[in-house]
């Protein structure tokens, strides 16, 4: 079955977790097969291509992804239009995962079980396969083969940079490498910045690809944001029930507190599922349309990986 035929099978009222789990496998399909497409073309570089499809092509859930494409269902998008945008999402977090690895960030010899990119090949490769990533995703972004219409290919590129700069997920990594230990609030601007930008990226897209209005374009990028925020405070929480202990200093020595560490571990959880919940009540205005919506939102606090 083709990829882009079992993208239309997963949409239902109601949703399990294990038919979530099976659609976001789907989507998953779907989108590898979307990015192994987009990097099949001949390189002056064998080396940068090879790093690039090893850390684009790995292991992981694709949620962003999914996300992207579940939204741009609910206004009709042509699937190739939104697998394209998917795919392009999927590139600048890669590039982010890569970076996020190095010694001079995190310092994460692993990710997603495998060696990090830098530990695979090198640090130059690394920083250069990143790089390289983060410009595809614009440039699939740009192409007239993701929408017809040059307007809204201009609203994804300005969307994603912004949701990837400065002022989002490079702005949260800045903000993570600091060494002052933070309040809750400066611990959850940090995380709606690195994390929560890119989730409600993802939302904004779909609904761009489906000319949705601004009222609705706006209710699904706080659905975005709060998900996002709910996403990173369950990696805490799966970090710190993996390990048992504190994740004080885990971070490339900083000292950077996690909210397990400031509310502790029922504290977090509540705080999580709170999100969850608050994200659900902007979806209202779409019904039955947004079930996979909601579906994910509580997929993102129960996960145990």
Known sequence: ????????????????????????????????????????????APRLLSAM???????????????????AAMFDVAKINCLRAAAALE???AYSLIHDDLPAMDDDDTRRGKPACHIAFDEATAVL?????????????????????????????????????????????????????????RLL????????????????????LGH???????????????????FQIADDILDHTATG?????SKSGNNMRTIVDILGLPGAKAHADALAAEAAQELAAFGDKAAMLRTAAQFIVERQH
Do not use: W
């Open 129 to 185: 396969a990143g790089d390289a990533l983060q410009t595809l995703a614009f440039e699939v972004l740009a192409d007239p083969a993701t929408h017809p219409n040059s307007l809204v290919r201009a609203s994804l590129v300005g969307g994603l940079a912004k949701a990837a700069g400065a002022c989002g997920m490079v702005g949260g990594q800045m903000l993570d490498m600091q060494p002052e230990t933070p309040s809750l609030e």
């Open 1 to 44: 079955m083709s990829p882009l035929i079992t993208l239309s099978l997963y949409r239902s009222k109601e949703l399990s977790q294990i038919e979530f789990s099976e659609a976001l496998r789907q989507c998953a399909e779907a989108v590898e097969h979307c990015l192994d497409e987009l990097l099949t073309h001949p390189a002056p």
């Open 53 to 71: 499809r090893y850390s684009l092509l790995g292991p992981g859930k694709r949620l962003r992804a999914l996300l992207l494409v579940e939204t």
């Open 245 to 249: 202990a504190s994740t004080i200093g």
């Open 91 to 93: 590139c600048l977090h």
């Open 189 to 208: 601007a940090m995380m709606e910045l690195k994390t929560g930008a890119l989730f409600a990226f993802a939302l904004e897209a779909g609904a761009l």
């Open 212 to 230: 949705a209005s601004d009222e609705q374009i706006q209710h699904l990028n706080r659905f975005g944001s709060k998900i996002g925020l709910a």
